[in-house]
């Protein structure tokens, strides 16, 4: 099991590394592993990773420093503070994470559907057993509802 563990890591951070680019736009590249144990459950994990350039491109003649002006927040004038949640950056910054975040799970889920159909891994469906999300590798491990077969031994192991 450690073994697996530790391959898996190596994997993702090989084809995180070998995916990275000079393009601004995110590139996702999917994992699907199968893992059929000896009492004949199916288990899988499927990941799929963004990757984006991490320096974006500035424009022609700009010489990447910020003036003072661009760099000062005009929230900060003015007495008091403000209940107006519309214009709370970090209420802003939260809801948009959490829309990335749906976005992206949407996209893992639909990605697994096509790759669950494409390989006939789990023809009976299947139950989530754990799902983790951070900024860029997004992951669902689960249980297929059917035992393996003699053929799915055949297809999916080494």
Do not use: W
């Amino acid at each position: 099991m450690i073994f697996f563990k530790s391959t898996f890591c190596v994997l993702l951070l090989s084809l995180f590394v070998i995916t990275g680019c000079s393009s601004n736009e995110v590139k996702i590249t999917e994992v699907f592993r199968s893992d059929i144990r000896a009492d004949n459950a199916k288990l899988f994990t499927f990941s799929i990773i963004f990757v984006r350039n991490a320096e974006p491109e500035l424009p022609k003649g700009h010489d990447g420093n910020i003036d003072n002006k661009q760099k000062r927040s005009k929230q900060g004038k003015g007495r008091g503070k403000r209940n107006n949640t519309d214009n709370n950056p970090k209420v802003q910054r939260s809801d948009t994470k959490q829309k990335r975040q749906d976005k992206m799970a949407r996209e893992l889920e639909s990605r697994l559907a096509e790759k669950l159909e494409d390989n006939s891994y789990c023809r009976k469906g299947y139950f989530e057993l754990e799902r983790s999300l951070n900024k860029t590798i997004y992951t669902i491990r689960g249980e297929c509802n059917e035992s393996a077969t003699a053929a799915d031994r055949k297809n999916f192991l080494p």
